[in-house]
């Protein structure tokens, strides 16, 4: 099973985590079932930037981001060649390393 470790974020995952996950399954539901509340404003469609997360180690082993991901992701705050949305990236078979950005552009939040 890979694992994925969340690097420590200030509000988010405090003390960062290690967790295993089964392949197939994407970056947020992975967290989320961690207790690991990333925001996903448009309830894991593909319709803003939210979830947003930058995989620092194994991006490779990530299927390639569609066409709809990629122009969303151009919106994203702190954009970088190795950002993906977490509700479309899907774990593969390699473990990955994956920071949450400190910012994301929400007009709204699904906790509140």
Known sequence: ????????????????????????ETILDVALANHIEIEHACEKSCAC??????????????????ENEEDYLDKAWGLEPESRLSCQAKVGESDLVIEIPRYTINMVSESK
């Open 49 to 66: 930037t939210t979830c947003h997360v930058i995989v620092r180690e194994g991006f490779d082993s990530l299927e390639e981001a569609e």
């Open 1 to 24: 099973m890979p694992k994925l470790t969340f690097l420590p974020h200030e509000t988010i995952c405090p003390e960062g985590a290690v967790i295993e996950a089964e392949s197939n």
